[in-house]
């Protein structure tokens, strides 16, 4: 009897002990309920608002000063949707267990969740427990509405609980949203566009004139509305995107793709209204006679596009989260091996600095520098580009160019034209005379001829011919009309020639046999009358006042 119950005991106390044992095994399993440090309340706070363990009222346990339990969830289920909107994942094993835990910068009991990105949420501890602090409940409406805007939090109250089943381990319900909101995008971006070309070209047409926009710039407004558009309708898909919940690792990589698509999107649109600026610019410029600013309006242009495309870049990367400080150091520390490498680089923009403030030329000049002559078309920050007189193309350095020596065609107020004319040694001195006077004439009644530097000379008595010299300037502001001025001047002395009997030498030798039996004399007859020469002078005069009157009017459109 005393064995059996020995034997009672110790099995008693072996079934105890077993029991103990679970009971502790199975209290080290269960999980925290307390608020007794910072890791335990933010387990309580997501845990209970999981799709398989979603118990609001055990969520909100870390509210604080809020009788209200409705209200209490709400606030609690607010916290949670702004944490998973803004992409910020809580990493459970870096909380601080701690009950005593104590913020280093701070010197209190608070623990920031996340003090970069959210430093308005934070715990604080209060009667031995640590709960969501007072400013957190106070601005979590604000926060939670800055995050969803426009009432799309009552959609999250509704989608989430259809269609949780996952593929890949996003939902149903949010392949479904990301369709919808896809397909809005793409409404939104066509009906956009339609609306605002017309507004756009109301406004070019006020500020432009009406059709002012031609060629290639006929599709700027086009281009600008579509940019708009772009930008506008990823911002909001941007806004919209949070209310899908989806897992933070696929939320965080579309995000960083949204954002770097409304960073290109906008360069887009920047490039495009400077390219629409440039065109009102240039309209200003060509109403001024100064053209220093139509050689600045290129430098511009280029400097803004530069600024927009590095901006641009800069924030791609830091989109990517690449340390933009480090690497600019890193540039301004290979700057000084960069500089020494692009030394003529350096030249150039030093040789563009000073063709700028001396103004040796001016585009539209036209310009001959060392074996290069040609019209300045465009002043870069490296070269300036020079078009030929065959149409081809020049870029010169500028440092180059600057140490040249450049005449400024374009800077003539009148352009000389030198003429000598051959008369054969047979011509009497008194018809000479004649028709050198009856030139001065010529010269002077030309329309376009300046008389008081015009000369008419006997010059020198040549190898075959004695010759004249015809020194005049033309007033005319280009080549082509210099060109026609010259033309009725030569046409008027062959006329004036002709009509007196003035012959023209050329290189030539005469033999001369004086007993040649029945051969007439090579000399002509010079037995005109002065009254006569005098009618050709008067006939050619007139005939050429009169061509190039009706020259002129009909270059005129008369």
Do not use: C
Request: proline share 4%; net charge positive.
């Amino acid at each position: 009897m005393t064995t059996n119950n020995t034997f009672f005991r110790q099995a008693l106390s072996l079934v105890f002990l077993v029991f103990l044992g679970f009971q502790s095994t199975a209290q080290e399993n269960i999980p925290p309920t307390s608020l007794a440090s910072p890791y335990h309340s933010v387990w309580l706070h997501t845990h209970y608002l999981q799709a398989d363990s979603y118990e609001p009222s055990k969520a909100a346990l870390p509210i604080h000063g809020v009788a209200d339990k409705e209200k209490a969830k709400k606030l609690a289920i607010q916290i949670k949707q702004v944490l998973d909107g803004k992409r910020l994942h809580i990493s459970l094993s870096k909380l601080p267990d701690q009950e005593n835990y104590i913020d280093s910068l701070t010197k209190r009991s608070i623990y920031v969740l996340f003090p970069k990105e959210l430093p308005e949420v934070y715990l604080e501890k209060l009667d031995g427990k640590w709960y969501y602090s007072k400013e957190t409940i106070a601005k979590i409406a604000k926060i939670h509405k800055s995050v969803y805007p426009w009432g799309s939090d009552v959609l999250l109250s509704i989608m989430p609980a259809m269609g949780q089943q996952e593929v890949l381990g996003i939902a149903l319900w949010q392949y479904l949203g990301l369709l919808f909101l896809l397909i809005f995008a793409l409404v939104i971006y066509l009906l956009f566009t339609r609306l605002l070309k017309p507004f756009l070209s109301r406004f070019t047409n006020s500020r432009l004139g009406k059709n002012h926009l031609q060629g290639a710039d006929t599709h700027l407004l086009h281009n600008i509305a579509r940019g708009a558009s772009l930008v506008f309708t990823t911002w909001l898909v941007i806004r919209l995107l949070p209310i899908l919940l989806l897992p933070i690792g696929f939320a965080t990589t579309l995000h960083t793709g949204l954002n770097i698509a409304f960073v290109i999107f906008a360069a887009y649109l920047l490039l495009r209204i400077i390219d629409l600026l440039m065109v009102f610019l240039r309209k200003v410029v060509f109403a001024t006679r100064n053209k220093m600013d139509d050689q600045i309006l290129p430098i511009i242009y280029r400097f803004l596009q530069i600024v927009v495309v590095f901006t641009a870049i800069i924030r791609v990367l830091g989109l990517l989260e690449v340390n933009v400080t480090a690497l600019i150091a890193g540039i301004s520390i290979g700057g000084l091996a960069m500089a020494l490498a692009a030394q003529d680089t350096v030249k150039n923009l030093i040789g563009s600095v000073m063709i700028f403030i001396d103004q040796p030329f001016k585009i539209g000049d036209f310009i001959i520098a060392g074996d290069l002559q040609g019209t300045v078309e465009e002043v870069g920050f490296r070269s300036t580009r020079v078009r030929a007189v065959d149409t081809s193309m020049y870029s010169i350095p500028n440092g180059e160019l600057a140490n040249l020596v450049i005449n400024n065609v374009g800077e003539r107020t009148a352009r000389r034209y030198n003429l000598e004319l051959g008369v054969t040694y047979d011509t009497p001195p008194d018809l000479i005379d004649a028709f050198s006077d009856a030139l001065k004439e010529l010269i002077k009644a030309h329309p376009e001829t300046i008389n008081d530097r015009s000369v008419v000379h006997l010059n020198s008595l040549g190898a075959s011919s004695i010759n004249i010299l015809i020194v005049t300037y033309f007033k005319v502001d280009s080549w082509g009309r210099q060109l026609t001025s010259t033309e009725d001047l030569l046409r008027g002395v062959l006329r004036l020639a002709e009509g007196m009997g003035v012959r023209f030498a050329f290189p030539s030798q005469a033999l001369y046999i004086e007993d040649f039996p029945e051969k007439k004399t090579l000399v002509p007859d010079y037995t005109m009358r002065q009254e006569e020469l005098e009618k050709v002078r008067k006939k050619v005069l007139e005939e050429f006042n009169a061509s190039v009157k009706a020259r002129r009017l009909q270059s005129r459109g008369f």
